[in-house]
């Protein structure tokens, strides 16, 4: 009996519940089980796990279903809050990038005439645009340490996130 023979007889034991093997198969798998042991003892294992498997009833209750549609549907809430806060964060970028252009455009139109009026060196017009650049920056900077509280507060979020949801159903 050669090592083939035993591959082939486990691949038979296995095949033969779920698929339909062929009775020439059949028949010199009942032959070598008889001559083999090994592959006898293998049936008796494989046909038992079978029996235990079978006996243990996998169904999923109804509770553990709706645990599972629960976890689900936080997580595709949490996706959401995600994608959401991402827009937020894009927008603010945005009006954070419009502010300095035109907070430096400001100064580059008036600030020739601001430097007359207050009587300031005119050397200083053209550096005041990287000032001006940066002041919505500062501004902004100052409020949020003015007021700690953080805007993007996570139950906000989620109020918004559920609001997109119930647009998409
Ligand atoms: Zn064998």
């Not at 023979?5 to 008889?34: C, V």
């Not at 964060?89 to 300095?100: E, L, N, Q």
């Not at 005439?113 to 902004?140: D, H, K």
């Amino acid at each position: 009996m050669t090592n083939h023979d035993h591959e082939r007889a486990l691949d038979l034991i296995m095949r033969r519940g779920p698929e339909q093997i062929t009775a020439p198969e059949a028949a010199w798998l009942e032959s070598h089980l008889a001559a083999c042991p090994q592959c006898a003892q293998y049936v008796n294992d494989f046909d038992n796990t079978g029996r235990l498997l079978r006996s243990v009833a996998i169904t999923a209750s109804p509770r553990l279903v709706a645990a599972t549609q629960q976890r689900l549907r936080a997580r595709a809430l949490q996706m959401r809050e995600q994608q959401t806060r991402m827009v937020l964060i894009a927008i603010s970028f945005c009006i954070g990038a419009m502010s300095s252009a035109l907070s430096a455009w400001l100064w580059w139109k008036f600030g020739g005439w601001a430097v007359e009026r207050l009587s300031l060196p005119v050397s200083i017009v053209a550096p005041g645009i990287f000032l001006f650049l940066l002041l919505p920056a500062v501004v902004i900077a100052a409020l949020m340490l003015a007021f700690p509280q953080p805007v993007f507060e996570s139950r906000f979020m989620a109020a918004l996130a559920r609001e997109r949801e119930g647009d998409n159903q």
